[in-house]
């Protein structure tokens, strides 16, 4: 088989950016709507679009014609006939939703515990985890995992707020899960009194205090999302700054919320996600609390690590996907791919050329454009000049 090209839709979400991946891809900007996520990937939510001979075809729809030559028959015989990883670009504007999503005993369970009952809350989409990783293509800010509880109950503290006393007892205890269910329900009544005491104490604090960065955190976070106490439980969690080319990891049970900013994000191929704040949707805290992991994170920052020049990748305990970086400077012999089985190739700059396509010439890949290399295509290489992140499954 051969290397194609790959189109993956744009989702308009509400909190993406009306620039960033247009710029990417060299449209015009700003945009008519936001645009939140370019999906690289063959999840039925909205698969990208496969380049082949005979015209355009969902890869989702490829896939299920032949599903050993096009995943490889480790692949299919481990996750069936799917693909069982998604690429994206996302480009947040304004902060996500605080979220965390289940193991895969987990999933498997209440997802069929919520098929066999209908009057259950709709909670889950599939029966898959969904962990996930995201390196920064632009400097980014995340909340990613739970710090440790003196450091939030000193940061709560700070905010003199007297009604949070027993959220900072519970964290001077070391009681993660009670101070994030207190604040989770905390009663509806209440909450915009609360979230707006909070926001007027960082608003009149001073710029040099010891706690700045929180206030800065929890006022940004209130004029996005008035009168919600995920606003608090923001607090709680590892405010992370990365630099283009830093990664975080986020496997099942970690709470954490995007803030601003793009990176490629690869994730199991999954849509269950369980909110707990910053967010209109619906909010279940009774089943967040159960796969919720009340563990600190020392080190949000997930390592690199080089393979061959230029080569890198992160390592991530899943067997769902792994993630590559190829930098070519335009003088390097065409690299390897160090990857088989289903492949998606996504440029973030430059001009790249990638295997071979159906005339036995390489697909040309400018920033933002894609392509898709099955099973059966064998090894492939790519050269030119610029930088490609590859997603494929591990060994």
């Not at 005993?105 to 969904?130: F, S, V």
Request: charged share 20%; proline share 10%.
């Amino acid at each position: 088989m051969s290397v194609y090209s790959l189109t993956g839709p744009v989702r308009p979400y509400a909190w993406g950016s009306r620039t960033v991946i247009a710029e990417l891809q060299g449209r015009p900007t700003p945009t008519d709507e936001p645009e939140a996520e370019l999906w690289l990937g063959a999840h039925p939510g909205d698969p990208a679009t496969v380049g082949v001979p005979d015209g355009p075809v969902s890869l989702e729809s490829l896939i299920a014609e032949d599903p050993k030559g096009q995943l490889g028959g480790a692949v299919l015989e481990t996750f069936g006939p799917r693909l069982p990883f998604l690429l994206k670009v996302l480009a947040a504007e304004s902060p996500l939703s605080l979220q965390a999503h289940p193991d895969p005993e987990y999933a498997k369970l209440a997802y069929a515990r919520q098929e066999a009952d209908p009057a259950l809350p709709r909670n889950y989409t599939d029966a898959n985890h969904k962990p996930e990783m995201l390196v920064a293509i632009t400097p980014f800010e995340a909340l990613c995992g739970f710090r440790a509880p003196a450091a939030a109950a000193d940061a709560i503290e700070a905010f003199g707020v007297a009604a949070l006393a027993p959220v900072i007892e519970a964290l001077r205890g070391g009681d993660l899960r009670t101070a994030v269910r207190t604040l989770l329900t905390w009663p509806a009544d209440d909450r915009d009194y609360l979230v707006t005491a909070v926001a007027v104490a960082a608003q009149v604090a001073p710029a040099d205090h010891p706690q700045a960065a929180s206030f800065t955190l929890a006022a940004d976070l209130a004029n996005h999302y008035p009168g919600d106490p995920g606003v608090l439980v923001a607090l709680l969690l590892n405010h992370v700054r990365l630099a283009p080319g830093e990664a975080i990891w986020m496997p099942a049970g970690n709470l954490h919320a995007y803030l601003h900013g793009a990176g490629v994000e690869l994730m199991a191929a999954s849509d269950n996600v369980l909110r707990g704040g910053l967010t209109p949707k619906r909010v279940d805290v009774d089943e967040l609390l159960k796969v919720l992991r009340f563990e600190v994170l020392e080190d949000p920052i997930l390592p690199s690590t080089p393979l061959a020049p230029g080569v890198s990748t992160w390592s991530v305990p899943v067997p769902d996907f792994e993630l590559f970086r190829i930098d070519l400077d335009g003088t390097r012999a065409p690299t390897e791919v160090p990857a088989a089985g289903p492949r998606i190739i996504l440029a973030t700059s430059g001009d790249v050329f990638v295997g071979e396509s159906v005339d036995g010439t390489p697909v040309e890949l400018t920033a933002g454009t894609a392509a898709y290399a099955p099973a059966d295509a064998g090894a492939i290489k790519v050269s030119g000049s610029g930088q490609v992140f590859v997603a494929a499954v591990p060994s």
